[in-house]
């Protein structure tokens, strides 16, 4: 497995293998590697001829208050769990290389921002689209994959791509969950065993808005609280949103019919952690 930190190097690797008729799959992560990651790996080892992951804790998608120097880091650990994956190379560049004193240029799209995680988060998806934008042009993949626990990332890139005309295919998968149904990420590093063990409250809410729509419930506002309701019961947990919406706009819907996503924002203590299921009605 290749490492690369130089952006020009980069560029360059990525260019010989378009010259030699390879496919590129990229896999962009803020390291802290965990199955969800390796999940995507897997795929776009089956569909390209190259996989390369990127490994950068972008400083511009964390707020002031939010946890960019606590984030966790092992380069050591990520190296080994994406080579043993199958990835050919890792890009990891520095903060210096990809913010220089004299950055001026931000990416945004609008509308699907400023709600959900976008509501609590301001300045969040600006940092994720620009960082994106500039990994997609100094790699040029053919295909660049996404997990679905971040739904509204996904939903966010995608039309960034369509709107700016990145000829690059955005893929997202299933979210990848721990044994007891909490859903993978690099932030669930921070939580106590006691936290843990409270959380397994997100997806056990989902797995019973699912069941309660099933048996014939589409009234989003009852859903809602029940889901509310359920997640209440636990002290630690406090809600930032609960929401119910359509799976592509992003729209707050009131009645439950076509595809529907049922997304969640939680922190426990200083954690905050987000999950959703998508329903097609
Ligand atoms: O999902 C993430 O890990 C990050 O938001 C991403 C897409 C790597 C951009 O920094």
């Given at each position: 497995m290749i490492i690369i930190k130089q952006i020009k190097s980069m560029s360059r690797w990525a260019k010989t293998q378009k010259n030699k008729g390879r496919t590129i799959g990229f896999v962009p992560t803020m390291g802290y590697i965990h199955e969800g990651h390796l999940s995507l790996v897997r795929k776009a080892k089956k569909d390209c001829d190259r996989v390369v992951m990127s490994i950068f804790v972008n400083p511009i998608q964390f707020g002031p208050k939010e946890d960019f120097k606590r984030y966790p880091r092992d380069s050591k650990r990520d190296y080994r769990l994406a080579k043993s994956a199958g990835v050919d190379l890792i890009f990891y560049p520095s903060t210096k290389d990809m913010y220089p004193d004299n950055f001026l240029t931000y990416v945004s799209v609008t509308g699907?921002?400023?709600?959900?995680c976008g509501r609590s988060r301001p300045d969040h998806f600006k940092g994720v689209t620009t960082v994106v934008t500039k990994l997609f042009n100094i790699i040029a993949p053919d295909i660049a994959y996404f997990g679905q626990k971040d739904a509204q990332q996904a939903i966010v890139i995608k039309k960034m791509a369509e709107d700016l005309n990145f000829p690059i295919k955005i893929s997202v998968l299933p979210t990848v969950r721990e044994g007891g149904g909490l859903a993978m990420s690099?932030?669930?590093?921070?939580?106590s065993a006691s936290e843990r063990y409270d959380a397994l409250v997100i997806n056990r809410a989902l797995k019973s808005a699912k069941r309660l729509i099933s048996s014939g419930e589409l009234n989003a506002y009852m859903v809602i609280s029940h889901i509310k309701k359920l997640i209440k019961q636990k002290k630690s947990v406090r809600i930032d949103y609960v929401e119910v919406v359509?799976?592509?706009?992003l729209k707050k819907i009131n009645k439950i019919s076509g595809g529907v996503l049922i997304v969640i924002a939680v922190f426990i203590g200083k954690t905050r952690l987000i999950d959703n299921i998508t329903l097609k009605i």
């Open positions: 699907l921002t400023n709600i959900l690099s932030r669930n590093t921070y939580l359509d799976m592509n706009s």
